[in-house]
T-cell receptor
């Protein structure tokens, strides 16, 4: 089992819809989680992080963390074609300082 | 702030040659990370430094890979000898230990092709 697991997609949503991206992790002691966006041929860019159970909102983005279920999600409201990218979930696993990344989910927003 | 600066952006080399990748972290960031990204394996941590000291190099594939950070503003990742399976995008990232958000800032990456 991968330490941080994501469905590779692609996840296709129409413009204006809510895109829901999911991530699970195997280490129950994991702390903070981060969502990065990576456009094709570019470097990952930090969108937001979450370390407490519940929801955290930043503009059109909402991160959700459920430590009991070992589940992290990212919701993108009013999806735009410019949101089309690969979204990487990353976590700080027990005993590590460096982020462990999932393989990413490719999102396609159809105009 | 110029961000994390990596060079070269692209490198094509022949198998068996030495390759050196360079990174300048953001000033004031005391953590520096080297990651490798491939389609098959995603983003993998190779090594990271704290205050110029290597902390965890367990991700370095084998003895052909080495990394140094001689000062707070410069790091190198060297592959000698290079092999075709080393072809990947190599990212350098830096972060600061202050605050609860220590998400990384990534450089633009070096796309390495070994033929």
């Amino acid at each position: 089992q991968k330490e941080v697991e994501q469905n590779s997609g692609p996840l296709s949503v129409p413009e204006g819809a809510i895109a829901s991206l999911n991530c699970t992790y195997s280490d129950r002691g994991s702390q903070s989680f981060f969502w990065y966006r990576q456009y094709s041929g570019k470097s990952p860019e930090l969108i937001m992080f979450i370390y407490s159970n519940g929801d955290k909102e930043d503009g059109r983005f909402t991160a959700q963390l459920n430590k009991a279920s070992q589940y992290v999600s990212l919701l993108i409201r009013d999806s735009q074609p410019s949101d089309s990218a690969t979204y990487l979930c990353a976590g700080v696993l027990t005993g590590r300082r460096a982020l462990t990344f999932g393989s990413g989910t490719r999102l396609q927003v159809q105009p | 702030d110029a961000g994390v600066i990596q060079s070269p952006r692209h490198e094509v080399t022949e198998m068996g040659q030495e390759v050196t990748l360079r990174c300048k972290p953001i000033s004031g960031h005391d953590y520096l990370f080297w990651y490798r990204q491939t389609m098959m394996r995603g983003l993998e941590l190779l090594i990271y430094f704290n205050n110029n000291v290597p902390i965890d190099d367990s991700g370095m594939p084998e003895d052909r890979f080495s990394a140094k950070m001689p000062n707070a503003s410069f790091s190198t990742l060297k592959i000698q000898p290079s092999e075709p399976r080393d072809s990947a995008v190599y990212f350098c990232a830096s972060s600061t230990r202050t605050g609860t958000n220590y998400g990384y800032t990534f450089g633009s990456g070096t796309r390495l092709t070994v033929v």
